[in-house]
């Protein structure tokens, strides 16, 4: 396999070269990965072992990212490789974010073939998710520039764990990312992703402040770790007054999994609860995620109430917005983005091959 050469790293020593990707800044030698496991020293320099091959790529609904309010009702084209640079022992991904069998690895294309390949599809977008795009920085920045030659839009689902200069670089190249916010408290990323808040919160800030990217968040909940009510009352006052009203906020529900298997699902109430607490505290637009709920899976007018988008899962049922995003009600602008007529791409699941 061919190893490409990755970027954001700087040498500490004759022996030693520094990753600056991440807040973890993994010092390696010789042959050394860093903690995501994709990044490796190699002849005295960095390189990216996961790029051109990934774990699969699939035509998803862009609901299922989750975006809401980023051209609603359309397909997407989503992949990932693998690796991850965090430590969750929760994560629904697992055999994705925490592998290191790179032999698994067998879907190889070019950032200029996916392009090619969402295009026919009828895709309006690429998605980089399934694992956590800012490992194959390179690799994606690449997809994107080759999917904006065709027209085509890209979006990250990521956990925001990045530091300054290649969060600027990747995010100026996107056009929408869901941040996955893991939780409003210092202790609970130590503890359970071996990282830390305040990047996550920077980049956040960063990419509603300072870019044109759409952006919503995702907060997984689970019992007796992050669902307290002092704590989410904390977030959803930070993300109204730090990021607006308008930022959508998506809560999912959290179900045993990988390491984390001593711990009941989330419960609806829990959940409910959650949603009245951002919805008081002045969030316009407020989902419930991983159960079925279509009052909660709905977007709703902050003017007049009206139900301007009516979902089922990942199923859009009832449209009445205009082509441009408006209320037809009142006329309202409801966030987002926007390219004529809601989608009906519903919940349909598509893998694709490459070859």
């Avoid at 609603?72 to 629904?92: D, K, R, V």
């Avoid at 839009?153 to 300054?164: D, L, S």
């Amino acid at each position: 396999m061919d190893l490409m050469k990755a970027r954001y790293w700087h040498r500490l020593d004759h022996e030693r070269i520094q990753c600056d990707l991440c807040p973890r800044f993994c010092k390696l030698k010789e042959g050394d990965r860093g903690l995501c496991f994709v990044r490796q020293s190699t002849r005295d320099a960095m390189e990216l072992t996961t790029y051109g091959r990934s774990s699969g790529f699939c035509v998803d609904p862009i609901e299922k990212k989750p975006l809401y309010h980023f051209l609603p009702g359309s397909p997407i084209l989503s992949f990932g490789t693998a690796g991850c640079n965090l430590t969750c022992p929760f994560c629904q991904n697992w055999d994705i974010s925490k592998s290191k069998e790179m032999d698994s690895l067998m879907a190889q294309a070019s950032p200029r073939r996916i392009a090619q390949v969402a295009k026919e599809e009828g895709c309006p977008s690429v998605a980089f998710t399934y694992n956590d795009p800012t490992i194959f920085i390179e690799y994606a920045m690449d997809t994107a520039d080759a999917c904006h030659e065709l027209g085509l839009k890209t979006v990250a689902v990521t956990a925001g764990y990045i530091t300054p200069e290649p969060r600027r670089d990747f995010f100026s190249k996107l056009d929408a990312a869901n941040v996955d916010l893991k939780s409003f408290r210092e202790e609970f990323y130590r503890k359970m992703c071996s990282a830390h808040l305040a990047p996550i919160l920077e980049t956040l800030e960063y990419i509603k402040k300072e870019t044109s990217c759409w952006l919503e968040i995702t907060t997984l909940l689970i019992p007796d770790e992050n669902d307290s009510e002092e704590e989410l009352t904390d977030l959803c006052e930070w993300v109204f007054s730090h990021l607006g009203a308008d930022v959508p906020l998506h809560f999912s529900a959290f179900h045993p999994d990988y390491k984390l298997l001593n711990r009941a699902a989330t419960p609806q109430l829990t959940l409910e609860r959650a949603r009245k607490i951002a919805l008081n505290t002045g969030l316009h637009y407020v989902y419930l995620g991983n159960v079925h709920d279509p009052e909660a899976d709905s977007t709703y007018c902050p003017n007049c109430r009206h139900q301007v988008i009516h979902r089922d899962w990942y199923q859009i049922l009832e449209s009445h917005l205009d082509p441009q995003g408006r209320c037809i009600n009142c006329h309202t602008q409801i966030s987002g983005v926007y390219q004529g007529p809601v989608g009906h791409w519903g919940r349909r699941r598509k893998p694709i091959s490459m070859n």
